[in-house]
């Protein structure tokens, strides 16, 4: 059973970084893209960034290009967003999501992700 679990969300002001994590374990990590995705009260799901299952490939979404970086690393399983710069309208619940079997695909639609964590809370304050 495939189960993710992100971390590394607080509180924090405008301008500052945090950076999260997401684990993978119950399938290989090294053959699986990895997404995160953010949502805010009364707001759609937003693409935030995705990586390739070799770590050579990224996209972000245009809220957050040149802020925040994703990055992987396949020994320890993990998928990670640093964020800089925060700010406000960057709090949300911040997701992480696999899919499995995407070869060269940088897949930036929620439906097209096979697994989900349950979010970790990111407060940007003013």
């Known amino acids: 059973q495939v189960q993710l679990v992100e971390s590394g969300g607080g509180l924090v002001q405008a301008g500052d970084s945090l950076r999260l994590s997401c684990a993978l374990s119950?399938?290989?990590?090294?053959?699986?893209?990895m997404g995160w995705f953010r949502q805010a009260p009364g707001k759609e799901r937003e693409f935030v960034a995705t990586?390739?299952?070799?770590?050579?490939?990224?996209k972000y979404g245009d809220s957050v290009k040149g802020r925040f970086t994703i990055s992987r690393d396949n020994a320890k399983n993990t998928v990670y967003l640093q964020m800089n710069s925060l700010k406000p309208e960057d709090t949300a619940l911040y997701y992480c999501?696999?899919?499995?079997?995407?070869?060269?695909?940088?897949?930036?639609?929620?439906?097209?992700?096979?697994?989900w964590g349950q979010g970790t809370q990111v407060t940007v304050s003013s």
């Open positions: 990586i390739s299952w070799s770590g050579v490939n990224t």
């Open positions: 119950g399938r290989s990590f090294s053959r699986c893209g």
């Open positions: 999501a696999a899919v499995f079997g995407l070869v060269g695909a940088l897949p930036v639609k929620a439906i097209e992700y096979e697994y």
